[in-house]
């Protein structure tokens, strides 16, 4: 098999993500090394082995792998397959370094819905534009991890505990943003509420996430000025997507076609 060495990295517009590192591995082994920052690891396809604290660890395909700053360790492919991988380096205090010992001790996580949402936020953060779905994913899987730390048996998985009174408060806040955007962290400022909390709450009020909310108000206004005579390629912008290429993507998600056919087939009656 020829070696493999694919990689793709960037730094995204997302609080408390310094990296993200996509990678395809056949024969490469990287030697002993540390990072300042937590590495959050899932492998999508083959294995890989590495040593961390001296002792042998291995990632599975349905497992999250979450590596301390400041600790060493290496890693090479577990077969002559290679591996792929994706990578988030979170700032070291994302999680705070007394967790660092529980995630010496336990790197490896076998969790579906973790894997599942570290995956999905993976996928919010190639497309520019989803930042706040990033926020909100990065803030529920923080909190998921720091259960898997403090309680090894298992993680602490709670039921969504409506709130309305401060999911309205979000909801206003998105009402008022519809174009400009808001951060979570910026709205949990505003409402007083810690960010994961903020989440839940709107998802248990409305049966909806606070992005997909957003998301569905700006395809609205989309739909109006489309109607309305504006041009698709000026209508992104004004409708508060991140350029013609986002807007298309959840238009064509939400309405079923893309927004120049939606021009072309509909009339104002």
Partial sequence: MATRQE????????????????AHFTEYAYPMHVHDAWTLLIVDDGAVRYD?????????????SLLPPHVPHNGSPADPRGFRKRVLYLDADVLGEDLIGPAVDAPDLRDPVLR??????????????????ADSRLTL????????????????????????????????L???????????????RVVQAHPAHLVRAFS??????????????????????????????????????????????????????????????SSVR
């Fill in 7 to 22: 990689v793709s990295a960037w730094r995204p517009a997302v609080r408390g993500v310094v990296e993200v590192f996509h």
């Fill in 204 to 265: 248990g009020a409305y049966g909806i996430a606070p992005h997909q909310y957003l998301t569905a108000r700006r395809v609205d206004r989309a739909r109006r000025l489309l109607l309305g005579g504006v041009p698709p390629g000026e209508v992104a912008v004004a409708a508060g997507f991140y350029d013609q290429a986002h807007l298309t993507r959840h238009f064509r998600k939400l309405v079923g076609v893309t927004p120049g056919r939606y021009r072309r087939k």
């Fill in 174 to 188: 998105l009402d008022a943003s519809v174009v400009q955007g808001i951060g979570l962290e910026e709205a949990a």
């Fill in 116 to 133: 599942q949402r570290v995956g999905q936020l993976h996928s919010a953060l190639v497309r520019p534009g989803d930042e706040l779905e």
């Fill in 141 to 172: 899987i923080g909190e998921r991890l720091r259960d898997h730390l403090r309680h090894p048996a298992g993680a602490d998985v709670r039921a969504p505990r409506p709130d309305p009174a401060l999911a309205r408060r979000l909801r206003e």
């Fill in 52 to 64: 961390l604290d001296r002792h042998r660890h291995g990632t599975p395909h349905d497992t999250v």
